[in-house]
């Protein structure tokens, strides 16, 4: 088996600190994509074919630990694609869900407040619907829903869920992703190796 990707193995390693007893989501960003030198390019680039062979790698190494609750991606080609070659790297036959909630446009507006945000002011709609699609369709323990985005959805939820934001040293590389799962009536998340409780809630 090859060697994984950076972003592909800090995954590995938050999923390995992951309760079993629930379901895990794994909310990731997409693979190795072309640069993007024009913002009339932003939802059209698409995957390096070293991306697609990276995303299929980390398919095979889930493969190993985990069954596939539901397979979620943006609504663009690149998510898609990261989706459809982790599946096919891990043997998964699911389809891939194309899910606007997960999508920049959907999330903008909490984006560009959350420098603003501070802990225990509300958090936005737009992260409470993500959150509360987190285990739709999975309620095995130590299955994975897993869903791919871009590095400003994943950085926006992280930032509203944890209460503190992300720095650049922080920012996600292709291929990594949070770690989610439940613990009694408690949401926990794990990212970088640091593991967050991130309080009740009824909206999961």
Not at 11 to 27: C, D, G, H, K, Y
Not at 96 to 117: H, K, M, Q, R
Request: with cysteine.
């Amino acid at each position: 088996m090859k060697a994984l990707s950076l972003g592909a193995a800090a995954t590995i390693r938050n999923l390995e600190l992951a309760s079993r007893s629930s379901p895990i989501v794994v909310m990731m960003r997409h693979s190795n994509r072309y640069d993007i030198n024009d913002p009339a390019e932003v939802y059209t680039v698409g995957l390096t074919l070293e991306g697609i062979q990276l995303a299929e790698e980390f398919g095979k190494h889930l493969k190993r630990k985990y069954t596939l609750g539901l397979l979620s991606s943006a609504p663009v080609q690149r998510c898609i694609d990261t989706a459809v070659a982790i599946a096919k790297g891990a043997g998964w036959k699911k389809p891939v869900y194309s899910d606007d909630l997960i999508s920049y446009p959907t999330i903008e507006t909490a984006w560009l407040n959350l420098p603003g945000f501070h802990p225990g002011d509300p958090i936005p709609e737009s992260i409470r619907a993500i959150r509360r699609t987190f285990f739709i369709g999975n309620r095995e323990a130590g299955s994975l829903n897993l869903c791919v985005t871009h590095d400003s959805v994943l950085a926006c939820t992280l930032g509203y869920l944890t209460g503190k934001s992300l720095s650049l040293d922080e920012w996600p590389d292709f291929l990594e992703g949070a770690v989610f799962w439940k613990e009694h009536s408690k949401l926990m998340a794990v990212w970088r190796g640091n593991v967050h409780n991130l309080g009740k809630t009824i909206d999961f």
